[in-house]
Each structure stands twice: as structure tokens, then as C-alpha cells.
T-cell receptor
């Protein structure tokens, strides 16, 4: 069964530091997403990416966030200057067709 | 923002009993997806329903999409301890694009 792979599984960073969360989507998928889940809260949409550009982003996805697909396989989420409230599980997902997504196992980001 | 309300928030039952989880919205969705999420893991897709009135079965799990495509239900027959988990519904307004998630229903099945 093809998987979406996320690294690292856990990242601890100091407030104000930059972090890059990495994802390898399933190879023949076309749409890519980042979601986050703050502890005890709903899974929230951050951004969708198609054809090498952002197709939609949420209000959460402000100027401190950016996404890239630098080499055709990796899909990264960068948070430029982390804040305490950025602490959450970050999930990458990819989609081939309308039948549904495949999510990765997530990166737990802890900002101290 | 289209809201998806799941009920109940928590359900504890004995092995062998049946249970139903509901997902309701005032908005119309093009599709409704059900996921199961284990602690510290990403959601795992169980099923996608796209047609109003559609019923899909996955072993002991039955999923239904409301006629108006605003609500859905998940029914588990003869629940087993392995069914324990967080069940999430998520709606999409386009075939491709973001999902709006419900808050989830935590199901606990005791032997």
C-alpha cells in the first residue's frame, strides 16, 4: 500500500526559529495538502498545492508559512518564525482522485 | 465556513453491541469522507460517499450519505474491541480541494 511519508516525526524548536517539515507524497498523486491539528482540536486545513503552485490557503496560512515542491518528489512546509501557538501535529496528504486522501503519520511540532 | 457537527462526542459500548455515529451540516457537500484516527497518527480513510442516499458497506461498517448531501452516518454492527478509535467525518465541496473536518467521535468498545 503506497504511503505518504513525513519527517521528522517530532520536532522541538525554540520560539522565533524557522522549521521545515518534510513530506514525500504518493508518486502518482496530483494534489497535495497540509493540515494541522492542535491537541484536542479539529483537523484544520492549511494549504493545497497543485501543478507547482498554491491552489487554496486558509486564514491560518499567513506570511510566516510557505510551501515548496523543490524536486518533484518532496513537499515541504516552512514556518519562518515559530510561535508557541504553532505547536501542533502537522499532517501532509496527497490525493489522486475524488475518492479521498492519503494522510501521512504527521510531524509533532513543539515550540518552546 | 461550513461546519460539520459530529455526535455523540464519546461512545462507550460492550463488545457485540451496535453503534451509530452521526455527522450533520447545514451545508451541502459534494462528498463526505469518513476517517479513523489512532493517537499520534494521521487519519486513515475508511470510505467516501458522493451520491445523495448512497449506502456503502465495509465489512461490519455501514456508511450512508443523506439524500440532500448534508449529513452522513456510520453504523457499526456487532462492535469489537478493535473498532476502538476516533472516527472523523470530513466534507468536501469540490472533487479536488480542502476538507472540512468534524471534531470526531471517540468510540470505546470493551470486551
Amino acid at each position: 500500500e503506497p504511503e505518504v511519508t513525513q519527517t521528522p516525526s517530532h520536532q522541538v524548536t525554540q520560539m522565533g526559529q524557522e522549521v521545515i517539515l518534510r513530506c514525500v507524497p504518493i508518486s502518482n498523486h496530483l494534489y497535495f495538502y497540509w493540515y494541522r491539528q492542535i491537541l484536542g482540536q479539529k483537523v484544520e486545513f492549511l494549504v493545497s498545492f497543485y501543478n507547482n503552485e498554491i491552489s487554496e490557503k486558509s486564514e491560518i496560512f499567513d506570511d510566516q508559512f510557505s510551501v515548496e515542491r523543490p524536486d518533484g518528489s518532496n513537499f515541504t512546509l516552512k514556518i519562518r518564525s515559530t510561535k508557541l501557538e504553532d505547536s501542533a501535529m502537522y499532517f501532509c496528504a496527497s490525493q489522486r482522485d475524488a475518492e479521498g486522501y492519503t494522510f501521512g503519520s504527521g510531524t509533532r511540532l513543539t515550540v518552546v | 465556513t461550513q461546519l460539520l457537527e459530529q455526535s455523540p462526542q464519546f461512545l462507550s459500548i460492550q463488545e457485540g453491541e451496535n453503534l451509530t455515529v452521526y455527522c450533520n451540516s447545514s451545508s451541502v457537500f459534494s462528498s463526505l469522507q469518513w476517517y479513523r484516527q489512532e493517537p499520534g497518527e494521521g487519519p486513515v480513510l475508511l470510505v467516501t460517499v458522493v451520491t445523495g442516499g448512497e449506502v456503502k458497506k465495509l465489512k461490519r461498517l455501514t456508511f450512508q450519505f443523506g439524500d440532500a448531501r448534508k449529513d452522513s452516518s456510520l453504523h457499526i454492527t456487532a462492535a469489537q474491541p478493535g473498532d476502538t478509535g476516533l472516527y472523523l467525518c470530513a466534507g468536501a465541496t469540490d472533487s479536488w480541494g480542502k476538507l472540512q473536518f468534524g471534531a470526531g467521535t471517540q468510540v470505546v468498545v470493551t470486551p
